[in-house]
């Protein structure tokens, strides 16, 4: 198998723990990873990416070529749109559908609701509201990951046993939460 | 073997560490802090009591691991690439002493400035300095380099400069550890005193050993097992290929290069390799990530249109590589793709929400506007962002700690008023002197040192003058009376501007402290408190 993933959102807004728990899942499956990420100034406030690659086979490059991504993960939906040219044609984008306006100029959400349905595979889910409706408040990112799950090409059982590893120190409440909130996401796939 | 998913960063850090490490130096720079930081939490460190801590600037650092291996034991220094110029002094040096125990400097460059203000590339500095340089493709191989880097910086006894780039340092990948780690070395007193001493009389002679030492480097680097020349069966064209520029290369061939590569992952530049890539293949290009340091010398002064690389714009000459300029180089195809989306508009890093820097630049702003052409001397840190809207802010920022200095200048020029803005980590990396400066000749300038309590841009890291500014001034000479304190809040406005006034209009050397906690640590600290809170 292989899967290139663009992971992004604005500078805060957690994507890197997204990619903690995918790469925890692919790493016990024996799986070659790569992951570059963004730190340093950006991380204020500004939009972030990461490149998160994992495949059979070993990987040579951290960064994914134009066209190549099978799927973008998206924390927000004007920076899911940040990274098409890097989406493979027949790619998926699972994007937050609420905007993240720390900016003035942010465009209007019909034109960046239009620029998303053109596109052949989108989901858009408000994981803010579904999260605070299902009381996992602090868990979205991980509806949406829980979306992406089939495009990512990894057994939904090696995503929960990853969320179990990475946040078992944190105590079973958290744990339960995330597990809460992977369904959800996987409820909301195409 | 134990496998781990490593950011490269903490490959180098846990390569340094099951190498047998003693103590790691360094000033926090993107993208190199994750170094020191993954060392500082790490258990064996602990157990061994492997110094971490921050120094003050890169120059401290260097110099307090020089005096670890003049010891005897195993030093690593860690800094991005401008941090080089601050610690060039005892770097170039330290290539004339040599070392006692292994001595590895590390340095990220910053390729597409991410996060600097500048391209330069670090390999430069190793060849000036004549000491051999590393620089890894893969995670895996910057772990495995840290011991070959320790064990090759005693046995030549010079330290070794160990070269990545953001790519590197900030992409993660399993590495395979080993389950034995190196034990560190014991103090010892074989350190000369004749070759650490460099008056000219001894320092003649190390240049003489050292200089001779060059053609035994070259000749490592030509058997190096991280310099590997790979067969083609294609020949109308060679590929030199360093760091993570080998990477894209394979990128573009997942079923293997038709062309012979040459990989250079240690040098001097193993010229007797690159004779026999460019007598083998009809033209050679050449991927490096950074400047054409390796093309330079491989073209030297003639024009040779059968190599290709930067010089000749098959490469471009600035910013970062990626597969698709790879591929371009190449003559290969970009894949199909989407255009890119034409409403989507830049997002620009801003100061956080409630951060005091932007009550020190709203204060600072409104009193500035009663003066005639007031200038703003600006400097490395979050606050530099003081120069984008809504602030609009300072009119300069060259390197830490020039807006003390620049303000003397401008001062001395005959401008009035003449503000410099500067963090409080940076002040002490690199104010301090220049504040001395100033107020030796009681320049008429006024002195911003906006004290969040922390090294913000690069996380959130200690300050090395926590709680020492008002002394520090003071022990340079600076009066009581021209020594202001004042909260940056919305509510304190009026108190604020009015001492930013007062000062500007006395005609000599004022500072004056901003101080309130960095928004991104009272945050973490919150949450650590109410963790603790749950806990009992």
Redesign the interface.
């Known amino acids: 198998m292989k899967t290139d993933i663009i992971l992004c959102g604005?500078?805060g807004q957690g994507i890197l723990s997204i990619a903690t728990i995918i790469?925890?899942a692919a790493?016990n499956e024996n799986l070659?990873?790569?992951?570059?990420?963004?730190?340093?100034?950006?991380?204020?406030?500004?939009?972030v990416q990461s490149n998160l690659r994992i495949s059979s086979a070993p990987?040579?490059?951290?960064?994914?070529?134009?066209?190549?991504a099978d799927v973008i993960i998206s924390m927000e939906p004007?920076?899911a749109?940040?990274y098409?040219?890097?989406?493979?044609?027949n790619g998926w984008i699972i994007t937050s559908s609420a905007p993240f306006k720390?900016?003035p100029?942010?465009?209007d959400m019909d034109?960046?609701n239009a620029?998303l349905d053109k596109?052949p595979h989108v989901i858009k889910i408000d994981i803010e509201q579904m999260a605070k409706d299902h009381g996992v408040p602090r868990s979205a990112n991980v509806i949406l990951l829980g979306a992406a799950q089939k495009a990512l090409g990894i057994e939904y059982n090696k995503l929960e046993d990853a969320i179990r590893r990475v946040f078992g120190r944190k105590g079973e409440a958290i744990v339960e939460a995330n597990i809460k909130a992977l369904a959800l996401g996987r409820g909301a796939q195409k | 073997m134990k496998r781990q998913l490593l950011l490269g960063d903490e490959a180098i850090a846990l390569g340094a560490l099951h190498a047998g490490l003693s103590g790691v130096y360094a000033y926090p720079g993107t993208p190199s802090t994750e170094i020191t930081e993954f060392i500082q939490g790490n258990a064996l460190a602990k157990e061994r009591g492997v110094h971490s801590r921050w120094s003050t600037n890169e120059k401290t650092a260097m110099e307090a691991a020089l005096g670890m291996s003049f010891m005897g034991k195993r030093a690593l220094v860690c800094m991005k690439h401008v941090g080089m110029n601050v610690c060039a002094d005892p770097f170039v040096n330290s290539g004339m002493t040599g070392v006692n125990g292994g001595v590895v400097v590390l340095v990220a460059d910053d390729p597409s400035m991410h996060s600097s203000q500048d391209e330069q590339d670090s390999r430069f500095y190793g060849k000036f300095a004549m000491v051999p340089i590393f620089e890894p493709s893969t995670q895996q191989e910057a772990y495995d380099m840290m011991a070959a880097a320790f064990e090759y910086s005693e046995k030549q006894c010079l330290p070794v400069l160990m070269r990545v780039t953001t790519r590197m340092a900030h992409s993660r990948a399993v590495v395979e550890c080993v389950d034995e780690p190196r034990q560190q070395n014991e103090l010892n007193y074989n350190a000369v005193a004749a070759n650490w001493v460099l008056l000219p009389a001894n320092a003649r002679k190390r240049n003489d050993v050292v200089t001779a030492q060059q053609a035994s480097l070259e000749e490592d680097a030509a058997n190096s097992p991280y310099n590997i020349y790979i067969e083609g069966h294609d020949h109308s064209l060679g590929i030199i290929a360093s760091g993570i520029g080998f990477n894209y290369v394979n990128e573009c061939f997942p079923n293997g290069s038709p062309y012979p590569i040459l990989k250079v992952s240690q040098y001097p530049l193993p010229k007797k390799l690159v004779r026999r890539l460019m007598s083998e293949c009809k033209q050679v290009l050449i991927v490096e990530e950074g400047q054409p340091f390796i093309e330079d010398m491989v073209r030297g002064v003639g024009d040779s249109k059968d190599i290709k690389g930067k010089l000749d714009g098959t490469l471009p000459r600035t910013g970062e590589l990626n597969p698709d300029i790879v591929k371009k180089a190449l003559g290969m195809e970009i894949g199909e793709c989407f255009d890119p989306c034409a409403d989507v508009v830049p997002r620009p890093p801003a100061l956080c929400q409630g951060c005091g820097h932007r009550d020190v630049y709203t204060a600072l702003n409104e009193v500035l506007k009663e003066f005639d052409n007031p200038r703003v001397f600006g400097d490395i840190g979050c606050y530099t962002l003081g120069f984008l809207p809504p602030f609009r802010a300072i009119h300069s920022c060259v390197d830490m700690g020039a807006s003390i200095t620049m303000a003397k200048g401008a001062a001395d020029a005959g401008q009035w008023p003449a503000v410099a803005v500067i963090g409080d980590s940076t002040f002490t990396h690199s104010g301090m002197t220049g504040l001395l400066d100033a107020i030796n000749e009681n320049a008429d300038i006024t002195v911003i040192i906006s004290d969040n309590l922390t090294t913000g841009m690069t996380g959130g890291q200690d300050s090395a003058g926590t709680n020492k500014f008002e002394a520090i001034c003071r022990g340079l000479g600076l009066s009581d009376e021209h020594l202001k304190v004042v909260v940056p809040l919305p509510k304190n406005m009026p108190e604020i501007t009015q001492i930013i006034r007062d000062e500007i209009n006395y005609h000599g050397t004022s500072v004056i402290i901003p101080r309130r906690e960095c928004m991104q640590t009272l945050q973490r600290h919150l949450k650590q408190k109410k963790a603790q809170e749950e806990k009992k």
Request: aromatic fraction near 6%; charged fraction near 20%.
């Open positions: 604005v500078g790469g925890e790493m070659y990873i790569k992951q570059a990420e963004v730190h340093g100034m950006s991380q204020r406030g500004g939009d990987i040579a490059s951290d960064l994914i070529a134009k066209g190549g004007m920076e749109l940040r098409l040219p890097f989406l493979s044609k720390n900016i100029n942010y465009p034109v960046i620029d596109l």
